[in-house]
């Protein structure tokens, strides 16, 4: 009986230890969460896009998720067939700095786009900047979705929004009153639709 009980016991803690290990080494899940907030600049003919998502590994694991690319898609209106999609690539990183005197932001460039690492200590909140040249906005509901790809991995991990750009907005990028400044549209204004094609999506502050 008692080396029943022994060999149980040892059987039970290499089983442990097995699963253990197993849970140590498995690969990351990345969980990725968009802003309330994107901002958006037009300097001269060029669209620079700004976000900041928040991506962590939520399970606990030794091994470490690395972002070796990200790209950046938004599909025009479909009824403005004319417009193209813009070509989105991906100009760098960078950190906003705040100016209490004046109450404004601007952004420092920080890095050029390159690798980086998450994990379950060291979750990322990068200021991912997107440039697309020679294009401009026009009214309506656009697809947006911002890509990470893992070295040697095809597949990307995806988070989709909707951008509601109005007439006002398009209004306001022309009229150069903010030269070189970004605008600034969120998902949570309270006078936002709750419901209907628009609901859910970024919208001028």
Known sequence: ???????????????VSLYTFALFQRKPRLDVTLPHILRIEQQ???????????LSVRV????????????LRL???????????????WSGDGAWAYNATSDTLAYRWAGD????????ETPQHPTLLFQADNWSFQPGRYEGSLQLYRPGNSI????????????????????GKQSNQFYVF??????LPSSGESAGCYALD
């Open 1 to 15: 009986m008692h080396t029943w009980t022994v060999t149980a016991t040892s059987l039970a803690a290499l089983a």
């Open 186 to 191: 969120r998902n949570d204004l309270p006078d």
């Open 75 to 89: 599909l025009p209106p479909s009824s403005i067939p004319s417009l193209k999609a813009p070509k989105f690539y």
């Open 156 to 175: 990307a991990v995806t988070k989709e929004f909707c951008l509601d750009i109005s007439r006002k907005a398009v209004d306001s990028f022309r009229s």
């Open 60 to 71: 606990k694991t030794e091994e470490v998720g690395v972002i070796g690319d990200t790209r």
């Open 113 to 120: 786009p390159g690798p980086f690492t998450v994990s379950q």
């Open 44 to 54: 001269g003919g060029n669209i620079l896009f700004y976000i900041q998502p928040t």
